[in-house]
Nanobody
Framework: QVQLVESGGGLVQPGGSLRLSCAAS????????MGWYRQTPGKQRELVAR???????DYADSVKGRFTISRDNAKNTAYLQMNSLKPEDTAVYYC?????????WGQGTQVTVSS
């Protein structure tokens, strides 16, 4: 298993930026696909972005061109750079590490976009 700790959430005005970080324990990080998901009350958790072991990225249509996912295998950390934030981006954001052997989740970090 991999333990994940998210950070970087907070309150930001529309049009602003935030960078989320997901720190993973253990060397298994480099063998895992890393993903960022988000969830709002009453809705299912949805994929925001993910990055494969080889660096391939996928994004939800709603965040393409605004969000960028990246990973630093030397630091066992994944990032989500969020620009041009909108009120509809408000959610709890969760980090996920996924491999053939396991799937682990972080505790989540709140992102609120409001004026």
């Amino acid at each position: 298993q991999v333990q994940l700790v998210e950070s970087g959430g907070g309150l930001v005005q529309p049009g602003g930026s935030l960078r989320l970080s997901c720190a993973a324990s253990g060397s298994i990080f480099r063998f895992s696909t890393m993903g960022w998901y988000r969830q709002t009350p009453g809705k299912q958790r949805e994929l925001v972005a993910r990055i494969s072991v080889g660096g391939r990225t996928d994004y939800a249509d709603s965040v393409k061109g605004r969000f960028t996912i990246s990973r630093d295998n030397a630091k066992n950390t994944a990032y989500l750079q969020m620009n041009s934030l909108k009120p509809e981006d408000t959610a709890v954001y969760y980090c996920n590490a996924n491999s053939a052997a396991f799937s682990s989740w972080g505790q989540g970090t709140q992102v609120t976009v409001s004026s």
